[in-house]
């Protein structure tokens, strides 16, 4: 299901809105509005999913041990690898 919604906006932003849409970037304005729109909630969600992250760890941080394996495990396997060092 879609909404309809109104939005004033200012001239010199909706002229390049048509600008965009002239240059064929968008079919038209309102798939250029939604097209900002879904970018800006992707960013705040991207955003949030960070702020967890960065709360989780700050809450829970890893323990030098577990650091030290993680490395340990991440040279092993490279090493591991069938390829010619370029080092």
Do not use: C
């Not at 849409?21 to 879904?38: I, P, W």
């Not at 992707?42 to 760890?57: K, L, S």
């Not at 577990?66 to 080092?87: H, K, Q």
């Amino acid at each position: 299901m879609t909404n309809q919604i109104a939005v004033k906006l200012p001239d010199e932003l909706l002229r390049e809105v048509d600008r965009l849409v002239e240059r064929g970037a968008f079919e038209n304005r309102s798939q250029a509005v939604r097209s900002g729109l879904e970018a800006m909630v992707a960013a705040r969600r991207h955003e949030e999913v960070n702020r967890q992250y960065r709360d989780g760890y700050a809450r829970f941080p890893e323990a030098r041990e577990e650091m030290a394996e993680a490395t340990r495990l991440a040279v092993e396997s490279i090493n591991e690898e069938p390829w010619d060092p370029w080092w």
